[in-house]
């Protein structure tokens, strides 16, 4: 290859100045969102729901036209939808992405719970054989994601799930007291979601332009459910 991975996955993708910062949803958030919807949800929804939050912040703080699509980048999991399943021991990734794409306005003008729900179905339709399909389809025709596919023109990437189990592990230096990331793989539009310490919450590392992020610190119904 002429060009290095570094530079092959960043080809044209135009830098900004973004900020990365740290939100807590906490459990008095989920208490707050079952108030508002008058019932409880499965652990799934609640947690398409909080990747929703973000989403529909961020369109709102950089006023996308209504008729606009937006896109959100989602990371599946596919070791239990194999068969046969691999290992919990497996130690490398098994993934597959997928985009949910809506209108601005359709986003925005409708309760939580519609977009969470089409988060949720291409979730659950992406059994055994929609996976083997979308693994075939790569090596057939192979894609190197890149910064300007996941991160550019109204897309926001959401990776790494709060269902990781990792305040358990203990190397000798005791109880984690947080989880955070590094520099890797970040641009305007990078979500990671992270266990919190409380049981039943989640740390969210924002990466966004600092104009989006400036104006999410100032979004009532987004600041509603975390805490800075």
């Known amino acids: 290859m002429e060009a290095t991975t570094q530079d092959a996955t960043n080809a044209g993708y135009e830098k900004g100045i973004c900020t990365k910062n740290y939100l807590h949803d906490g459990v008095e958030s989920l208490q707050r969102r079952n108030e508002h919807t008058n019932k409880v949800r499965?652990?799934?929804i609640i947690e398409d729901e909080r990747r929703l939050h973000e989403y529909r912040s961020v369109t709102r703080c950089n006023c996308v036209n209504a008729n606009e699509e937006v896109t959100l980048n989602i990371i599946v999991g596919t070791r239990t939808r194999l068969n046969p399943p691999l290992p919990q021991e497996y130690w490398g990734?098994?993934?597959?992405l997928k985009s949910i794409k809506v209108k601005a306005g359709e986003l925005l003008e409708n309760q939580l719970g519609f977009s969470?729900?089409?988060i949720n179905k291409v979730v659950v339709s992406q059994n055994y054989e929609e996976v083997i399909d979308s693994y075939k389809g790569w090596v057939e025709k192979p894609v190197m994601f890149s910064k300007k596919l996941l991160l550019m023109a109204n897309k926001l990437s959401i990776s790494s799930s709060p269902k990781f189990s990792v305040y358990s592990c203990d190397f000798?230096?005791?109880?984690?007291v947080g989880v955070r990331s590094g520099m890797a793989n970040k641009g305007d539009g990078?979500?990671?979601l992270f266990p919190g310490v409380e049981e039943g919450s989640v740390d969210i590392e924002v990466c966004l332009l600092t104009s989006t992020l400036l104006a999410m610190e100032n979004d009532e119904e987004f600041m509603e459910f975390v805490t800075v």
């Open 42 to 44: 499965s652990k799934d």
């Open 93 to 96: 990734n098994a993934v597959i």
């Open 190 to 192: 990078k979500v990671t």
């Open 172 to 176: 000798g230096w005791g109880k984690p």
């Open 116 to 118: 969470a729900l089409q």
